[in-house]
């Protein structure tokens, strides 16, 4: 089945904001997670809902379970599992205590579809890490979501809040008040022991991100404010691209990443 | 010398994230804290399946900082960390500019590797391998060693060793009239 990559909804997303509507619908697509996280923020920003773009592309996969869960409208604490997927709503400002399980849940089904154990570790840290720094740093009492899908040997997950975004979290440590943009101080996140908290011992929450996509032959996208960073671990040739799109609220991870590299050109 | 099983003390093979961090932490200072003073405490991760750097972070660098600042008179050793834990205290450590040793051990309490993680000149990388191999000396026993050759004064390698010592790396001991250094474990 063909996909709807993101650098579509990017497009679709600058239409959105001249306010037309319903120019997505293409039937038998089906849209990645990366582009199906962008689609659903673009709508909340647009005060949109699903309704707006037509209903013949939810073929299942990510795009799917966001529709079944409700978020960003419903704020509840929920998870939703396909076969080889699921999504979990992570409460705003609340503990959550459920998260473990459900990324045990990962690596159970990670390991199914036969990844080493080395690889399910890797992947399972950099998950919690990023779903964890939701709660701590949106700093909203909007809920967020994270999610993973297993597909040909590869696990895609997602991290996605409506929150303040990188550029105003940083911000409020003086050490980055002079951070102008948000593409400057998601290249600053990055680094190890940048962090909106001042006290040492904090800033390490990417960490296991970098490393679980640059071990395991893997691509992230990050996107905050105007700003989107894309780091492609997919080959030898390592790169880093950063761009601008239209402005979307909080912080959006979606990582690809398998124990060998992917058979055919990597794309989110 | 106390060993503190991870897993069993907390109750989980995976420790990650800032919040299971935050959780964690008053029990693992009051373990700290449990036990005699100047005592080794190996902390062994040996069922421990995952420990995010953000963790590490938010439990071990303070504990750590409590040790090297006076306010908490014990040794530390981190005893059978698989790769990926190794890896994460190593990021870690080099950024926050702290060091520790750690062991891997054939069997609990017998016998292993042991090597530096994190942040130290290699001179005194040198220096803490030397008392390492040795097991005990004083600064006039290094005289000897390959220190001497290296024409290093003593006022040079007694500071080293002592720096290694306000780490937590070494331990000090005054034996007649000099001061003797030896590792946190045996």
């Known amino acids: 089945m063909a996909e709807i990559t993101v650098k579509r909804i990017e497009a679709f997303h600058r239409v959105l904001l001249q306010g037309d509507a319903a120019q997505l619908t293409v039937p038998e697509q089906r849209l990645t997670m990366a582009a199906a996280i962008e689609l659903t923020c673009a709508l909340y920003q647009a005060g949109k809902d699903a309704s707006a773009i037509g209903t013949d592309i939810d073929q299942g996969g990510m795009w799917s379970l966001i529709c079944t869960s409700g978020w960003p409208w419903k704020e509840n604490e929920q998870e939703v599992e396909d076969a080889n997927c699921g999504l979990r709503i992570v409460p705003g400002n609340q503990d959550d205590v459920g998260l473990l399980s459900f990324v045990q849940r990962m690596q159970r089904t990670l390991k199914a579809s036969g990844g080493s154990s080395g690889f399910s570790r890797a992947v399972a840290g950099a998950f919690i890490e990023m779903a964890g720094n939701i709660r701590e740093h949106s700093m909203t009492s909007k809920s967020g979501i994270v999610g993973y899908e297993v597909l040909n040997d590869r696990i895609t997950c997602c991290f996605a809040d409506l929150g303040v975004g990188v550029l105003e979290s940083l911000r409020l440590n003086p050490k980055y008040q002079p951070l102008q943009t948000s593409a400057e101080a998601l290249d600053e996140a990055l680094k190890e022991g940048v962090s909106r908290f001042a006290e040492p011992g904090r800033g390490y929450g990417f960490s296991d991100l970098l490393r679980a996509i640059t071990e395991q032959w893997g691509m992230a996208r990050l996107r905050t404010g105007q700003a989107k960073l894309i780091l492609d671990r997919t080959t030898e040739h390592r790169t880093k691209t950063t761009g601008f799109c239209p402005s979307l609220p909080g912080l959006q991870i979606v990582f690809t990443c398998g124990a060998t590299p992917p058979s055919k050109n990597c794309s989110l | ?186």
């Open chain 2, 1 to 186: 010398m106390r060993r503190i099983n991870l897993k069993d003390a907390l109750g989980s093979e995976s420790l990650v994230g800032r919040s299971m961090a935050s959780e964690h932490f008053p029990k693992l200072v009051a373990l700290a804290f449990g036990g005699d003073k100047d005592e080794t405490i190996i902390w062994d991760f040996g069922d421990v399946d995952l420990a995010t750097a953000s963790y590490i972070g938010g439990t071990f660098v303070p504990l750590i900082r409590m040790v090297t600042s006076g306010k908490l008179a014990r040794y530390f050793v981190f005893a059978n960390l698989n790769e990926h834990c190794q890896d994460e205290f190593s990021l870690v450590f080099e950024a926050e500019k702290l060091a520790a040793l750690c062991l891997q051990e054939k069997e609990e309490g017998h016998g292993g590797d042991s090597k530096i993680i994190g942040h130290l000149d290699p001179a005194y990388r040198d220096t803490l391998a030397t008392v390492l191999a040795k097991g005990r000396v004083s600064a006039a026993m290094l005289e000897g060693g390959k220190e001497r050759q290296d024409k290093i004064k003593r006022t040079t390698r007694i500071k080293r060793l002592t720096t290694l010592v306000s780490q937590g790396l070494l331990r000090r001991m005054k034996v007649g009239r000099e001061y003797v250094y030896e590792a946190t474990y045996n």
